[in-house]
């Protein structure tokens, strides 16, 4: 009996997968000053990243190119494969982008349940989480379901300024200094959202001052200094940078 013949069919080799998000050469500018300087920034699907610096650096900038809130901008910056360097805000939320800002914008009028419903859903094909999935994960907000804005604590009106993220879809979430001026007990809270975040697929890119707060979370790390990217680094490298990381920051 004859053995088969061999077949010369070959599967194509499978293709790697694509980058939440890729920052190529990026330039950015508030009116005539030039605050970024060819950043180059690449985060997988479900990474967690952290731009480190000292304050002044261009890592809150650089969370803002990317959601089109700065001046003018140069460069490349591709979410999920689709340029958005040239693309208003409203779309380049759209491609599903959440931004957490660091002065938070909580509508002090209106009580915590009516912060949550005020976004719209993000036509991304992506489903945000429902009221009940953000309790889950925010016991304190359901506490305080009826509660005005005014009368949350400062880790109560961050929790909910990330919740509110959540509700729209978006899987690409940039966090500006989530842990700044809390108390340990809300900022280890904070850390535990990251963990659940990160289990449930979500890509998180960090601007963080609390080097402690985001060490034990980051896949990756990048450092900034006047704008430019000087060191980036694995978290498996992490012992071995701390002197450079000391220089840098103080640390």
């Not at 990317?66 to 360097?85: D, H, Q, W, Y």
């Not at 660091?102 to 859903?121: A, D, K, Q, V």
């Not at 809390?182 to 963990?195: E, F, N």
Request: aromatic share 4%; proline share 4%.
């Amino acid at each position: 009996m004859n053995a088969p013949a061999t077949s010369n069919v070959h599967m194509p080799a499978s293709q790697p997968a694509r980058a939440a998000l890729e920052i190529a050469d990026l330039q950015a500018w508030y009116g005539e000053s030039h605050i970024l300087h060819n950043v180059n920034i690449t985060v997988q699907q479900g990474e967690v990243v952290t731009l480190l610096g000292r304050n002044g650096a261009g890592r809150t900038t650089t969370l803002r190119a990317i959601m089109g809130l700065t001046g003018a901008r140069k460069g490349s910056i591709r979410i999920n494969g689709t340029e958005a360097v040239s693309l208003p805000t409203h779309r380049i939320a759209h491609l599903g982008v959440g931004y957490c800002p660091e002065e938070r914008g909580i509508f002090s009028s209106l009580s915590t349940e009516e912060n949550l419903l005020l976004p719209p859903t993000l036509k991304t094909g992506e489903k945000g989480m429902s009221i009940d999935e953000i309790y889950d994960m925010f016991p304190n907000l359901k506490e305080r379901r009826n509660s005005q804005g005014t009368r949350l604590s400062g880790g109560e009106q961050q929790m909910l300024a990330v919740a509110r993220i959540l509700r729209t879809g978006a899987r690409l979430l940039l966090l500006d200094e989530i842990s700044e001026g809390l108390a340990p007990v809300i900022v280890q809270g904070l850390a535990r959202m990251i963990r659940m975040l990160k289990a449930k697929g979500y890509t998180i890119v960090m601007v963080e001052q609390n080097f402690r707060f985001a060490a034990p979370l980051a896949d990756r790390f990048y450092v900034m200094e006047h704008g430019q990217i000087v060191e980036t680094f694995a978290a498996s490298e992490l012992n071995a940078k701390m002197p450079v990381l000391t220089e840098l920051l103080g640390v």
